[in-house]
């Protein structure tokens, strides 16, 4: 995409906003009952508990509602402000926060990544934010018990602790290599550029001016209200497991070892207002977002879907930017066409359940 027809859309989307707010735009009965059709159809083929849906239109949230069950047991019906587990959807906040401290001149994406988070040693190739934003790094990814962790981590330091002392999997630049533990390192930056813990940071600098009041750390020893249980089917959450693909409630899991990779809570709203604060330029600057949205490459050329923060995409000349997140207990899913002004946002409490199926359907309602 021209990087100054990018810049000039976000001149005039600003320019719009100057002179008038718009009235949000509502979907008729006839286009929520075909999206009401597609969702219990996707419910009911997966045995899904919940789903819950929020759509923006024009940068304006035009739509939001919760279907099904939140809790089984107590029948606890799931709404547009049922929270879930983010997964990693969190990566887009993380990456959004890197770059408002780059923007701030506080970090340096090509430093070393002991300048910020000295309790990461040096290893035999420097390490970049830079690199760690866009899975270049060769920093390695979860392992299995790390999944699947009970333990409490008091803050990020602990949770680095983890995986400092491994070694690279590669040279750095050299390949793409998907790292969970890349951006906890990258809060650990955040904390280090700022001066201010990872979760007072977001909560000053993207929470409060995006809007967002029901985002927060996944703590498992609090009483979040209007949280959804999470639910599985079959053994580990693998479904073609059939003698066992009844839905289960998914086992304990304690996040804090990766908040800013995995670890915090939303709700659908939430994060459709987050959407509409990135594509209205609230929260980062155009050309901000331009670096953040253009594809990585490696060092022999070859080009990665994973940006900033997002995976971005193009059909038929139109940006398309997105994430998504899978965690014990839900799935998520952030889909925006910027140049569109248009956002979907999808959360449910089954485990693995491909809610970004239902994006085409309601792009084709909503997206007049």
Wanted: charged share 20%; net charge neutral.
């Amino acid at each position: 995409m021209n990087v100054n027809r990018f810049i000039l859309f976000f001149f005039c989307l600003a320019l719009s906003r100057a002179v008038g707010a718009e009235l949000a735009p509502t979907l008729s009965p006839a286009e929520v009952q075909r999206i009401d059709a597609a969702v219990e159809t996707w419910k009911s083929q997966r045995s899904a508990p919940a789903l819950s849906l929020a759509i923006v239109v024009d940068n304006q949230l035009a739509f939001s509602k919760g279907y099904g069950l939140a809790d089984l047991e107590k029948k606890i019906a799931a709404r547009n402000d049922t929270v879930y587990r983010l997964a990693s959807l969190t990566k887009s906040l993380t990456a959004t926060a890197v770059m408002q401290l780059v923007e701030e001149g506080k970090l340096d994406l090509d430093a070393p990544i002991q300048k910020y988070c000295p309790i990461f040693p040096e290893k035999q190739w420097p390490v970049t934010s830079r690199q760690l934003l866009t899975h270049l790094a060769g920093i390695r990814h979860n392992t299995w018990s790390e999944t699947s962790s009970t333990q409490h981590f008091a803050n990020i330091n602990d949770s680095v602790s983890v995986f400092k002392d491994d070694a690279l999997l590669f040279e750095p630049g050299t390949k793409y290599s998907y790292s969970t533990q890349g951006y906890v390192l990258l809060g650990c930056a955040i904390e280090g550029a700022s001066g201010v813990p990872y979760l007072q940071y977001l909560n000053d600098h993207i929470f409060k001016p995006a809007g967002m009041t029901q985002t927060t750390a996944d703590d498992s020893s609090l009483n979040v209200p209007n949280r959804a249980v999470g639910y599985r089917t079959g053994l580990f959450g693998f479904s073609w497991l059939k003698w066992l693909r009844g839905v289960h409630q998914a086992p304990p899991h304690d996040t804090s070892i990766k908040i800013p990779a995995g670890g915090l809570l939303s709700t659908v709203d939430d994060m459709a207002r987050f959407a509409i604060a990135v594509m209205s330029g609230q929260l980062v600057q155009p050309d901000t977002l331009t670096k953040m949205w253009t594809k990585p490459k490696t060092r022999d050329g070859k080009e990665s879907e994973y940006g900033f923060g997002f995976l971005i995409g193009e059909k038929n000349g139109q940006m398309r930017v997105y994430n998504d997140g899978s965690q014990a207990g839900t799935r998520t899913f952030l889909f925006m066409m910027p140049q569109q002004r248009f956002a979907i946002c999808l959360m449910t409490n089954l485990e693995r359940a491909d809610c970004e199926t239902l994006t085409p359907t309601i792009r084709e309602v909503a997206l007049k």
